[in-house]
């Protein structure tokens, strides 16, 4: 049990994960670095770019959602 408090109202958080959809079906969100912009036929440049798995939580009475993206290794 997580004792993380929402910044908005203080209710508990309850730890979870954004999704993302892929061809085969899905992933766990990533957080990419700078402006997106994009290659042909609007697929997104991201060769080069520093990119984080995010960790979400919500609060389990107003609803808001906190997402993270630290850096593999940070707390």
């Known amino acids: 049990?997580?004792?993380?408090?929402?910044?908005?109202?203080?209710?508990?958080?309850?730890?979870?994960?954004?999704?993302?959809?892929?061809?085969?079906?899905?992933?766990?969100?990533?957080?990419?670095?700078?402006?997106?912009?994009?290659?042909f036929l609007k697929f997104l440049k991201t060769k080069g770019r520093r990119k984080f798995p995010m960790q979400s939580w919500r609060c389990s009475k107003c609803g808001l959602l906190e997402t993270y993206a630290n850096a593999p290794g940070d707390s």
């Open 1 to 39: 049990m997580s004792d993380k408090r929402c910044s908005r109202c203080s209710g508990p958080q309850k730890e979870g994960f954004i999704l993302d959809a892929t061809h085969n079906g899905f992933a766990i969100g990533h957080w990419a670095e700078g402006v997106p912009t994009f290659w």
